[in-house]
């Protein structure tokens, strides 16, 4: 069982009624709140281990509402809750940082296990951002010697290559976007441009790849941006 906190926010009692009754019989501790003010309320008593916010409330949306709560909270993670489906909303919700995003009407079973994909991704960043040394199948990041092995045969990378190789390394199968890795890998001073990081991404796969046309690691989540594959 488990004891993560989960905020719910939704201006649905029914939807609140539903989600409250299915997470706590998956043994979470569920606090819900019907507007963005009761949320910033309750996320200043508690401290949510995740958030699942409705984007269409009266007053405060949800995207005010996420900056506010990472004002409090910092790096909580945030599933998005909406009625829309609407490829807009999507882009700026993951740009803003949120880990996932649900279309309603939804199942309430399929949310219960996003809630913990989510919060199992969330450790396994937590423990990778404690360890220096990274290894999957044949690939070894060592971030102190900013080194990559691939079975055994060191591979020369650039600072950049490297920084943008580890982040994805190190949150295996978490969708970065383009925007997300720019801000992330190139300080505030560059302006630069999506074309950045398809270039970086091209000149990795050419160097960690077998088959940069078919890459195993380097995925394109496409219509999203890039992620590190690993089963």
Do not use: C
Request: hydrophobic letters at 40%; zero cysteines.
């Amino acid at each position: 069982m488990t004891n993560n906190n989960i905020l719910v926010v939704d201006d649905d009692p029914k939807i609140l009624k539903i989600l409250q009754h299915t997470l706590s019989k998956e043994g979470f501790k569920v606090t819900t709140a019907a507007s963005g003010e009761e949320a910033l309320q309750a996320a200043r008593q508690m401290s949510p281990d995740l958030v699942l916010l409705d984007i269409m409330m009266p007053g405060m949306d949800g995207f005010e509402t996420y900056q506010k709560l990472r004002a409090i909270r910092g790096e909580v993670p945030v599933i998005i809750l909406s009625a829309r489906s609407d490829e807009i909303d999507k882009i700026v919700g993951f740009r803003m940082g949120v880990d996932d995003y649900q279309t309603k009407p939804f199942s309430p079973t399929e949310l219960a296990l996003r809630v913990k994909a989510v919060l199992r991704r969330v450790r396994e960043q937590q423990k990778a951002s404690h360890e220096n040394l990274l290894q999957y199948g044949d690939i070894v990041l060592d971030y102190d010697k900013r080194g990559v092995e691939i079975k055994g045969r060191r591979v020369e990378l650039t600072p950049k290559e490297f920084e943008l190789l580890w982040l994805m390394a190190a949150n295996p199968n978490h969708v970065f976007t383009k925007a997300h890795l720019l801000d992330k890998i190139w300080d505030s001073s560059f302006y630069g441009d999506d074309n950045t990081v398809t270039v970086h991404i091209r000149k990795l796969r050419e160097k960690v790849e077998e088959d940069p046309s078919k890459p195993a690691y380097i995925k394109t989540v496409w219509g999203t941006g890039y992620k590190f594959a690993y089963d």
